[in-house]
């Protein structure tokens, strides 16, 4: 239990008739890099919210490091950054100055920290300047800045880069490898950037409609989900019988089978089924699942599952 | 803003008692008036006032009042602004008294074993309307007791002199006493109508020291600045 | 440094360092300026007949009379709107720039925030008005002179009347005495704009809904029909300062009016925190 981080219990979040999010459960454990994917009004930034202690559970509870966020908030956010949503900064101030103020209300403004994360973020050069001259992206930089001062142990950010160029994308990427590598923090990150979170993450939880519709390890997920494509004469026949072996499988655009990868089967045992059975197997090739083609499947499945109902 | 310049300070020094042999008349009574003051050139004093009034409401307040032939007068608050009782710090009273008043009566009465002259005037302008009475002794030709009655309000006022300079009767404290004097109505809005009008009594008391009479005083002290200059003489010359 | 101390200071910090901060400072040097120059050409139209019997001597303009006459003319209109400008901004515009998220999610309470902004607002109305008066003293003794300090009462909610001259040292103290007391008023103004901006994410609405209320208030105290509710009513207290101008000094009368204005601070104070305390932010 003292490696949960970050606990959210049946979570449920009413805006008068709307339900935002409807009893989400997740846990985030020490050193995890923690990806929350959903679409757009799924329940993720306010999820987010929550967890900052902005908006008030309708149900349920959120606790970090065992306290809970409302109730105990000081306690529950004294090791913890965050950048909900477009990061908010004082325009009339500096840089160094937004920082500083932030410090100040995170427990002590320590030049180091300061100075450290404006390196870290790439933005000593303008620190001095006002934020009403950042551009876009050095004012998403800046709100990561903020949210890695006093060295937290949780960092939670919700679309850490959006607004950010390719070169900027990839330097929060590694930031957030740094983090939880180097330094030990665990992340939890929304994003709608499913290669990033794939990159990045050690394990997702997908959204939708204020329901958790799957999440674990994303080596788990993509394991699980991974396909072997077999290049094998008779096609046909040889896809028949390995539908009756109780596979999922199919023909792919290029003629050879597609075959999903149970937990109980490896490819060794389909090429040697196969061969048993007199086919000839020319090749078997594994075809890397992308978090991308999990998340579109879930998002069909869940689909399929409402469609009915 | 002006001073109402009221009346004179009648500084009838040496009047030699003739004035008591001339017949009843005005021009008599103010010639009587006119020589008891004439060897005064000017002469500066200090005063200061005291009030208890329902209409003003003011700590004791002096003032250096410097006073030239013909007709200068000049009061200098030494706080910058103050209230006095009307027709107490006069320049020349005869002059005066021809500007504002009309003279309507002279009687010679006696006020104790002193012969006096009772002259009755009628204001000319606004600032002097009502009804009028000055008493002036004969002997010395210096105003003793004056009232002012506007038909609402009264007002009397008595003076005391002593000899300045071993030889100039100057007066060293007026007293005048107010009756049936008014506060300006206002609206309360707590009782939602106008409060009653607020009358009764009142007094002044005005003392006068350090005379300092024919030294001579430059024009340039009754130049009164421009309203609101910035620059008020606190430190008189003299 | 306790927290809610450190919190001040960063508030007075961001108010000293935003423009609006500085637009009711040069208002109220503005309007001093004006009203020096208007009492330059000569004393203004108060109202009421002189005084029978008496006369008067040297000018009652001064740096006094014009930090009198200051207030007198500005403590029910341009004193609150210009207060209201930053005390209707503290919260609201956070809630709009997206800052307030980003200061909710550190580890202070909201009561903590609630409060420092609110003593922040208090500093900044005292502050305000008294160098609204300082401002109209300064330049009245520049141009104008220095002197006793003389007053014309009409006779308001202390009933007094008349002319009030008191010597220059005590005239400054009373003047003291007024200006504190009408920031204890324009904060009364002040909080009701600070309580719509706990709600709102646009400061224009928490500064008309204040400046509505009070001109609400000065209206219905004109109407006989809302006599019953009129001590009730903050705008009905606002000009006891003037009590302080008069002898003896109805202290009882400004000590009720005191608590009054006090009351509507605390309550609108109170009000705010419960909202703030319970709301979703979602800006």
Known sequence: ?309 | MKAARIGILLLCLTCTGWCAQKPDSAEAALRCIERGYASVKDYKVEIQVSVESPQVHMPNAKAVVYFKRPDKLRVIPKEGFMMMPSYAVMGDPVGFIRKNFSIIGVKSAKLGAEPVYILSMVGKTMQSAGKFEIVVEKRRGLIVSGSANDGASKLTAKWEYKQSDGKFWMPIKITVKMEGLVAPQAFDPKEMKMNPPKTGTGTAIVTFTNYRINRGIPDSIFVEKKQGDGRRDLKPVG | ?283
């Not at chain 1, 477009?86 to 995170?106: D, V």
């Not at chain 3, 008496?54 to 740096?63: K, M, R, V, Y």
């Not at chain 3, 809904?209 to 209206?219: R, S, V």
């Not at chain 3, 605390?266 to 009000?271: E, N, R």
Request: glycine letters at 10%.
């Open chain 3, 1 to 283: 440094m306790n927290i809610v101390a450190k919190q001040i200071k960063l508030e007075i910090f961001k108010l000293s360092r935003r423009g609006r901060s500085y637009l009711g400072l040069t208002a109220m040097l503005g309007l001093a300026g004006l009203i020096v120059l208007g009492l330059a050409q000569g004393p203004p139209q108060i109202g009421g007949a002189s005084p029978q019997g008496f006369a008067t001597a040297g000018s009652f303009l001064n740096g006094g009379f014009a930090a009198w006459f200051m207030l007198r003319v500005t403590l029910l209109f341009f004193l609150p709107l210009f207060t209201c400008v930053v005390t209707g901004d503290m919260i609201s515009s956070e809630s709009a720039d997206g800052t307030l998220r980003t200061l909710l999610s550190k580890p202070v309470s909201r009561e903590s925030v609630y409060c420092a902004k609110y003593i922040a607002s208090i500093i900044y109305t005292a502050a305000l008005t008294l160098f609204m008066g300082t401002a109209a003293y300064i330049i009245g003794s520049i141009f104008l002179g220095r002197g006793s300090l003389t007053t014309f009462q009409a006779g308001t909610i202390i009933g007094a009347q008349g002319i009030y001259i008191f010597p220059e040292t005590e005239g400054i103290m009373r003047l003291i005495g007024a200006y504190m007391f009408a920031a204890l008023a324009v904060l009364s103004v002040g909080s009701i704009a600070f309580f719509i901006s706990s709600m709102v994410s646009n400061s224009l609405g928490a500064i008309g809904g204040a400046m509505l209320t009070l001109i609400a208030f000065q209206i219905m105290g004109m109407f006989e029909f809302f006599k019953p509710i009129n001590s009730f009513l903050f705008t009905a207290h606002m000009e006891s300062w003037s009590g302080l101008f008069v002898s003896p000094i109805p202290w009882g009368q400004i000590f009720k009016s005191a608590c009054t204005l006090c009351a509507y601070s605390a309550g609108f104070f109170t009000l705010g925190l419960i909202v703030f305390r319970r709301r979703d932010i979602l800006s």
């Open chain 1, 1 to 309: 239990m003292d490696d949960i981080v970050l606990e959210v219990r049946e979570f449920k979040k009413r805006f008068g008739a709307i339900k935002a999010v409807d009893g989400l459960d997740l846990e985030v454990r020490r050193g995890d890099i923690f990806g929350f994917l959903g679409p757009n009004g799924a329940g993720k930034s306010t999820t987010i919210r929550a967890m900052a202690g902005l908006v008030r559970p309708s149900n349920g509870e959120i606790r970090i490091f065992g306290h809970d966020v409302w109730r105990d908030r000081k306690k529950a956010l004294s090791r913890v950054g965050m950048l909900v949503e477009s990061p908010g900064l004082y325009r009339y101030l500096t840089g160094r100055q937004n920082l500083e103020m932030f410090a100040e209300l995170s427990g002590g403004k320590h030049a180091d920290d300061i100075k450290r994360a404006l390196e870290i973020t790439g933005l000593t050069d303008r620190a001095d300047d006002k934020v009403k001259n950042y551009s876009h992206g050095m004012k998403q930089r800046l709100g990561l800045a903020q949210a890695i001062l006093c060295q937290p142990e949780l960092v939670i950010l919700d679309e850490p880069t959006d607004g950010l160029d390719p070169q900027g994308m990839k330097e929060v990427r590694e930031l957030i490898k740094n983090l939880a590598g180097e330094c030990g923090i665990t992340v939890f990150l929304s994003s709608h950037l499913l290669h990033e979170v794939e990159q990045v993450c050690t394990k997702v939880a997908v959204i939708h409609k204020g329901q958790k519709l799957a999440d674990g390890k994303v080596s788990d997920i993509l394991t699980k989900r991974s396909r072997i494509k077999i290049t094998i004469d008779r096609t046909k026949d040889a896809l028949t019988a390995i539908k009756e072996k109780g596979l999922s499988a199919d023909i792919s655009d290029d003629g050879c089978i597609s075959v999903q990868i149970e937990p109980n089967s490896d490819a060794a045992e389909i090429n040697s089924f196969l061969v048993e059975k007199g086919f000839r197997v020319s090749a078997v090739i594994p075809e890397k699942t992308s978090l991308e083609e999990f998340y579109f499947s879930i998002m069909g499945e869940y689909s399929g599952k409402a469609d009915k109902a």
